[in-house]
């Protein structure tokens, strides 16, 4: 198998050259890019909120011991089971248990991506039980096979096109090009899973600690749905997900809306705080969280880079991302796409599989300005880089930046050097952009400036003489 | 040790700690990089300090958007806001205005059956409506309450801020009725209608601490998806149609709908 790193650059070389999926991308995120500045524009204040918003997320972080215990008390106290893993092995082991102990046939998921992270479909699938996500656009890419190309919108990259073909094709439905008559042969499809589902997983935006609630954003119902009518209800979130108080979710609803679709509020913000209680209609009978660890405590002990703790999981960042925007969501290779994902993916997975994410990057910082929690993103990447040559630098680059650092040190000497260089030149051209020339890394696929006539140097010298 | 008290223990160490992981003598100052904007050096710009006064929400009123103070003008907000997110706001002077227009809706939308929460007096608004009732209880099928053509609950409040409805398992008649079936109609009383966000958190918290209902949510129109290219399509798994009902006017004192009677 090739490395992550090799992969990701046959991966995105490829995608950069498909001009279609380019166009498309673009597409569906200026529509996105209108909707949400005029309803950050709605905001008196957007970026007092972007502030306080950030500030709630680092006291929930740095009390977060105590926090999660507060939390886990309140739960266990209106019936529900908290059940805390270390890493996606645990959380795995659990859950399957738990399936088998409720002899589940069918289990129906909404839109988690903690589960996407400790593959969790593939082992419930492995085990025999029938898995069926039910966010449509989660239950497209599983139909494909493939994971989802965003972490808000997981079929951003298909066609109606495509996605006729397929139901067609799995679902045996009338071919169509109306988005609503697909999404109707979803719903239909669905519908029977709910009704006959044994477990019901979804995940969630924020765990209150004070009430001991999850808060589920959702626009589709179906995190409704999943989470109403089976009689088991299975809860996965990362540790980092807590709020102190359940007010701070009038900030953080509107917020997570506005930076992660563009709408005021997404369709339905709910609130779980256990089981069906003994006076209640319906509801599951049994509820568990499953609290997700899985090298967040790692991020948590980086004191540089601790404040990605704060991330809502929004893909603003994506959604900006020079480099998102042209490789697409599927060359990361990652859980978590994107600059948010190009940060974190070095601590969850290793430093040095991973860090050339960081690599891809244009430092523009469109992500820190758009991130609604105030991540440093983009000096993230930078720290990645860093840490990656301190950790394990190649001698090869370590020897070539002496050498750069000796000449440039030296006004003589790179006065010197420019001259040969320039001299050079006219020979690198008969070579320009073939497999022969001394630059083909960087001629293969951009043009190498040529050089100015007359050198800062020269001009300098020409104003002061 | 458990894996509870591993990751509490991992925890405490690493907020105690608070050293970059990778600090192989690789200090910040030597490469500087984590430099922040002056604009960030504020209040999210935190110290590791365990004494720093917390701040929570308080205030955030100011920072979202912004709502009108007087009962017309939050009104007018949430049949503005309704019309964008194709909720169908309805207003109602009293009870009978109210039946009338739940049977031109049966009219028009030709219900063949609805649901409501058993022993409602949302019932009382009913009686001009000849078709069959399924009164919601815990014997209730799912797939019965799936079949009726809409479900028809009380709420918490409505929010004139995002147009949003408040409903919790008490008001709503359980989890699944507001959200199973294809139309759902929302009866509300004017004085129900709160101007924003955190209003609402304040009421939720006044009404039920610490005994809230297991479920609470903030219904913000009809459901909707937009993953096949963008295209706004209603109606994804939840409700197609979403309409609200505002009984009575600004300082009406009308009984709310969303509690069943005291028996």
């Known amino acids: 198998m090739p490395s992550a790193s090799s992969q990701f650059n ?72 908290v059940f805390w893993a270390n890493d996606a092995t645990e959380a795995r082991a659990y859950i399957l248990d738990l399936a088998r102990a409720k002899q589940a046939k069918v289990i129906v998921k909404s839109k988690t991506m903690v589960s996407e992270e400790i593959h969790l479909n593939e082992a419930l699938e492995k085990a025999g039980f029938k898995v069926v996500e039910s966010d449509l656009g989660e239950f497209i890419v599983q139909l494909r096979h493939e994971p989802p190309y965003h972490i808000v919108f997981p079929a951003m990259h298909l066609t109606r096109g495509q996605i006729s073909d397929l139901f067609q094709q799995k679902l045996a439905a009338e071919p169509t090009s109306d988005p609503e008559a697909l999404t109707m042969t979803a719903r239909k499809a669905l519908r029977q899973e709910y009704i006959a589902a044994d477990i019901g997983i979804t995940g969630a935006n924020f765990a209150v600690a004070e009430t001991g609630m999850i808060s589920i954003t959702e626009n589709e119902g179906n995190a409704r749905l999943t989470s ?127 860090q050339h994410l960081s690599q891809a990057s244009s430092l523009c910082g469109a992500c820190t300005e758009t991130c609604p929690v105030k991540i440093d993103l983009h000096h993230h990447l930078l720290q990645n880089r860093r840490n990656a040559v301190a950790e394990k630098g190649s001698p090869f680059q370590q020897l070539g930046f002496r050498a750069f650092a000796f000449v440039v040190n030296r006004p003589r000497l790179f006065g010197f050097a420019i001259r040969i260089m ?31 006539r007359k050198s800062f140097r020269d001009l300098w010298k020409e104003r002061t003489s | 040790m458990n894996a509870r008290d591993s990751i509490l223990a991992r925890i405490r160490e690493a907020l105690r700690g608070g050293s970059d992981s990778h600090g192989s003598g690789h200090s910040v100052a030597e490469a500087d990089l984590s430099h922040r904007s002056p604009a960030d050096a504020g209040e999210a710009d935190t110290a590791e300090s365990e004494a720093e006064p917390v701040v929570g929400s308080t205030g955030v009123r100011r920072f979202l958007p912004n709502v009108p103070d007087d009962f017309a003008g939050q009104v007018a907000l949430f049949a503005e806001r309704s019309e964008s997110l194709k909720t169908e706001f309805l207003r109602c002077a009293d009870e009978a205005a109210a039946s009338a227009q739940l049977k031109l809706l049966a009219d028009r939308e030709g219900w063949e059956s609805i649901a409501l929460p058993a022993d409602s007096e949302i019932r009382t608004l009913l009686t001009d409506l000849s078709i069959p009732k399924l009164e919601v209880s815990r014997s209730t099928a799912k797939t019965d309450l799936e079949k009726v053509s809409a479900g028809i609950t009380g709420c918490d409040a409505l929010i004139a801020q995002t147009g949003s409805v408040l409903l919790t398992a008490k008001s709503g008649g359980g989890r699944a009725m507001s959200v199973l079936p294809v139309h759902h109609v929302v009866i509300a009383t004017s004085s129900q209608l709160l101007a924003d966000l955190p209003g609402a958190f304040e009421l939720m918290e006044q009404k039920y601490a610490p005994n809230f209902p297991s479920f609470m949510t903030f219904i913000t129109g009809p459901s909707r998806t937009g993953d096949i290219e963008r295209v706004l399509v209603l109606g994804a798994h939840g409700p197609r149609k979403l309409t609200v009902i505002l009984l009575g006017g600004e300082g009406t004192t009308s009984r709310a709908w969303n509690q069943p009677p005291v028996t």
């Open chain 1, 228 to 354: 109403s009518l089976p009689k088991t209800h299975v809860v996965l979130l990362g540790i980092e997900k807590i709020v102190p108080r359940l007010a701070d979710l009038a900030l953080f609803l509107p917020m997570l809306a506005t930076a992660g679709t563009g709408q005021q509020l997404t369709c339905y913000n709910s609130l779980v705080g256990g089981p069906r209680s003994a006076e209640e209609i319906d509801g599951p009978e049994d509820m568990h969280v499953v609290l997700l660890d899985n090298s967040r405590t790692r991020l948590l002990a980086d004191a540089e880079q601790r404040d990605t703790l704060r991330c809502i999981r929004c893909g603003a960042c994506l959604n900006v991302c020079p480099i998102f925007r042209n490789v697409g969501g599927h060359a990361y290779g990652t859980t978590y796409q994107g600059p948010i994902g190009s940060v974190i993916t070095p601590h969850l997975r290793g430093l040095q599989s991973w």
């Open chain 1, 422 to 452: 320039k001299f050079l030149a006219p020979l690198q051209r008969l070579f320009n952009a073939t497999p022969g020339d001394p630059v083909w890394p960087w001629t293969k696929s951009r043009e190498l400036p040529s050089f100015a």
């Open chain 1, 10 to 81: 046959t991966d995105a070389t490829r995608m950069v050259a498909d001009l279609e999926h380019r166009q498309m991308v673009q597409q569906s995120l200026s529509g996105y890019q209108k909707t949400r500045s005029s309803n950050a524009n709605r905001f008196q204040d957007w970026e007092s909120a972007r502030s306080r918003a950030a500030t709630i997320k680092d006291e929930a972080i740095r009390h977060l011991d105590r926090y999660l215990v507060q939390f886990e008390e309140k739960l266990v106290a209106r019936g529900a089971k």
